[in-house]
């Protein structure tokens, strides 16, 4: 083999390394485990992609609201969780585990704002869906069996959504066999109290301001009607 068959067959491999490092990745972020995400691979955490295009929830989530949204603060979220757990047992945890260890603990505030924080944003991005979807028939009877109607249960949503006082998440759960609407403070989630979250609505300013201002009420309506993703509602409550 001469010099130059060397060096090709050197670079074709390389190539072939970076090719089958990408995959790995791609692969690492989007093993979230259970539909909820979270329950599967533990530290260190890697962001996952997006299920859908920074300006595909448009018009409703502007890709410069999503651009912020999703690279700076979950980003930011995930940077400081792996910052904060690096050579402590936590960092052996799925991100759901920590999230449940370290709640309620005032020496792990931070630890559990981070890992809650980037727990419901991964979450979050799946209970959506550009165009929204109809509500699957198994998960249509149940929501009618514990709310009376569809449109009863996504009232009461929006209700929670709109009235969550300051920063916070509104929440579809199933708990005891039965679906509820709950909320949530800050980075606080139904995974604290033992309930398992179908969907969510995030209320952070962040979330709407750049397109909304202060107009949540408008954002959470139009989040409801064209964007809820009731096809992951459905997996989860079938999990």
Not at 13 to 19: G, L, Q, V
Not at 56 to 83: C, M, Q, W
Not at 189 to 208: C, F, N, R, S
Request: glycine residues 6%; hydrophobic residues 45%; charged residues 20%.
């Amino acid at each position: 083999m001469d010099r130059n068959e060397k060096q090709s067959k050197s670079e074709l491999n390389r190539r072939e390394f970076i090719a089958a490092s990408v995959t790995a990745g791609a692969a690492m972020a989007m093993s979230g485990g259970a539909a909820a995400g979270g329950e599967a691979a533990a530290a260190p955490f890697v962001l996952e992609p997006l299920p859908f295009a920074e300006n595909a929830l448009e018009p409703v989530i502007s890709a410069r609201t999503l651009s912020f949204h999703y690279d700076k603060h979950h980003r930011g979220y995930l940077n400081n969780l792996n910052r904060l757990i690096e050579n402590t047992p936590y960092a052996k945890m799925p991100l759901g585990q920590i999230v449940r260890e370290t709640a309620g603990k005032a020496d792990a505030t931070g630890l559990f704002n981070n890992a809650a924080q980037t727990w419901n944003h991964t979450f979050y991005w799946k209970s959506l869906k550009p165009g929204g979807c109809e509500v699957p028939a198994a998960l249509r009877a149940k929501i009618e069996a514990d709310f009376g109607s569809v449109e009863a249960c996504t009232k009461a949503l929006a209700e929670a959504a709109v009235t969550q006082f300051a920063s916070g998440w509104a929440w579809l759960v199933s708990e005891n066999g039965r679906l509820k609407i709950v909320k949530t403070s800050n980075a606080e989630t139904p995974l604290m109290q033992g309930a398992k979250p179908l969907l969510t609505i995030d209320v952070w300013e962040h979330a709407y301001y750049l397109d909304y201002q202060n107009r949540r009420a408008d954002h959470v309506a139009a989040v409801i009607a064209k964007l809820l993703n009731w096809d992951f509602a459905a997996k989860n409550l079938q999990a």
